[in-house]
């Protein structure tokens, strides 16, 4: 097996995109990405993407087809890849696979998604969960999630105030990453005086509808320094499936998936969760972010909206967690999300982050869920 | 770069199956292919399922969570790819890359999808076309298979009885096939008097709309004797991308996607069209089979109609061509047509193909494709 380094990254702006369409915004992270690494369009042998649901989005299915074509990549292989809010992380996966077999040497893994000028998204999101068991009687991705938060809320004491806690933290680092779609800082009053969505969880506490597309370029770790002073190495590239309906679980304060997921990239990578300086989690509702801290294995089962409050998570803390803003603040367009993780791991890494760098980075995690955890993928970077 | 054999191939009876979900026709394909590579659930390291609109027909994305999770092979890894009708070989591709890195050792590749029973299938399959510029003014894939039918009579002097001869041979094989959907005869004169589509094709020149799915079992090669006396070696694996749009071609009687990813699978496999033993072709309309034997370079550009009348892609001809039936007549359930194909090839490889046997076969290949050629996937597989 061939290791694997990243020598580009790119992000648009995330938010409400009114001006692109979907395939001018991955065209754009695409020719960025190309940029970054400082190589050319003809250099790439294959192209994996990420996306959740453009099929229901905007009625267009065979989407790296057409992105191959309309950004010029064409004739290159073209893949899409689809695990709901996992799309990126598993797009990532593909490339990394690709290049480690040998088949391709120099790959793009992309992610997008358009979803605020087009359907209801809340429905188009919930052909993620298990449609004849959960979504068609009405559980929407905000109503499971506050199940778990509020069985969290029972059996380990977790507060409101925590919860809120975790937005907060997160739109505090989204303040410092102007590719983020709010990047303004709020207070806990803000969270919880916000618009109940599904108690207890409130319009504050949910990651929005957002446009965007990010990129990746991968080649081998024995040609990286080809391209680049500052290559970043994949250590771990990891995934597991739990169960896609929530009822099937013993605990649904504990999603397996990241969990089986984890222990096996901390294997592959050789290292525990003390090596780990910049953490990306899943926080599509504030309580996964508090579950991601626990299944990962960085807090004790039900200590997370504790540590959260105790500052652990901050950009100064203990780990760092969701320095780019997270899906709350930086914004979660779905297929674009795991990506969006790793990219701002290797600007971490690389020294890059601007005000919100974590000083002294050198190995970085991602967790990105698909679902309520039907789906999970973890990757370790290191420099 | 590890080489990669199949062990265990399945795929379910093609046809209207109302009686089936979709989640139960993937388990049965699933559970058929584990049973026929004599290995066990548990054996498996990872999955990866091609489906095109799950989201569209029945409003479930995430498919591969759910299909983990029905079939009772979670946790493992699993994961969707979707190119439209390609989608089943992009699947198998990522699998043998899965086993070629050695990320895994025991994957299944699989393909599904349920067409019949839920939404207006031509709507949801144009999703598959560039949706801004062809679909949505019209041009779905019969209107736009019609016109390349036009132009190849046009420029090359295809008859309408040539194409006609494509359907003819392709029901003489499924009558061979019990898991075809058509498993029956038709004459030419039925062709050319059925119902008029998108002229000059009609219905009988069309594939139908087809419930179904497929499965193959993978591992290294070096492992493969180990599980079954008769494995079947992958030789090569290639894929390219074309215009998804029909009007941004030169030429509307050519598949690049399909010339390009062949020079480059005969290369791999260091083998040539005169090797090969078997051949099943994505014959979505007669015209797409007649293009696919001259873009495989089976023969020369404009000959194809007139190879398939005077009999050169019979069973008993000098290069069979869809013993199975092909998406014509074993059915063309999207997502599952790839692997379908690759599971036809490896029963002739293994003289398991019954009526349809084609005799002493060694070598066989594969050709699928999204779209109108926005997306081409080729194996070559021999014993």
Redesign the interface.
Known sequence: ??DVAIIGVSQTKFGELWDS?FSQIITEAGVAAVEDANIQGDDLD?MFVGN??S??F?????I???I??HTG????????????CASGG?AL??GI??V????YDTVISAGVEKMTDVVDATD?IA??????WE?KIGANFPSLYAMMARRHMYEYGTTREQLAMMSVISHDNASKNPRAQFPFKITVDQVLNSTKVADPLRLLDCSPITDGAAAIILCPAEDAKKYTDTPIYVKA?????????LH?RKDITTI??TK?AAKKAFEMANITNKDIDALEVHDCFSINGILAIEDLGFVKKGEGGKAVEEGMTQLDGEIPVNPSGGLKARGHPLGATGIAQVAEIVWQLRGEAGKRQIEGAEVGMTQNI??TG??AAIHILSR
């Not at 480690?100 to 088949?103: D, P």
């Not at 590239?237 to 309906?245: D, L, N, R």
Request: without cysteine.
């Open positions: 097996m061939r369409s294959a959740m649901t099929g229901l905007i009625q267009q299915e065979h790296a087809s057409l191959a074509d990549f064409n004739p290159i292989p073209s893949t899409r890849v689809e695990a709901a598993l996966r593909q696979m690709a480690a077999s040998g088949y188009a052909a993620a969960s298990d449609q004849e979504a590239s990891t995934q597991a499936s739990g169960t896609i309906a099937d397996d998936s089986i698909g679902g039907g789906t």
